[in-house]
Nanobody
Framework: QVQLVASGGGSVQVGGSLRLSCAAS????????MGWFRQAPGKEREGIAG????????VYADSVKGRFAISQDNAKNTLYLQMNSLRPEDTAMYYC??????????????????????WGQGTQVTVSS
């Protein structure tokens, strides 16, 4: 059973930075897609970043491309989301998620919720001007 614990959210001013962490149970980083999603009040949850743990291939939503970067630390079983140049529209609850293991050496992870079977609790990010 995969367990994910998200942390690192907080309040920041426009243009600031935050790094979110997603601590995973052991052996989670074995050919899975790991994703970061967010949900703003009154809006649907959207996928913003995906990462295939075996190849390190990452994908980003257009809304965060060039500002956010996803990475992993295998030794710590932790996934990160570095968020720079934050904007008020980045204000949301942020979630990390994982798929079941894949059998591929490389994979383009989806930014839809389909296939993400494991979810962490959310961590709130608030960006103020």
């Amino acid at each position: 059973q995969v367990q994910l614990v998200a942390s690192g959210g907080g309040s920041v001013q426009v243009g600031g930075s935050l790094r979110l962490s997603c601590a995973a149970s052991e052996n989670t980083f074995n050919r899975r897609c790991m994703g970061w999603f967010r949900q703003a009040p009154g809006k649907e949850r959207e996928g913003i970043a995906g990462f295939y743990t075996y190849s390190g291939r990452s994908v980003y939503a257009d809304s965060v491309k060039g500002r956010f970067a996803i990475s992993q630390d295998n030794a710590k079983n932790t996934l990160y989301l570095q968020m720079n140049s934050l904007r008020p529209e980045d204000t949301a609850m942020y979630y990390c998620a994982a798929t079941s293991p894949r059998s591929y050496s490389d994979y383009v992870c989806s930014l839809t919720e389909y296939g993400y079977n494991y979810w962490g609790q959310g961590t709130q990010v608030t960006v103020s001007s």
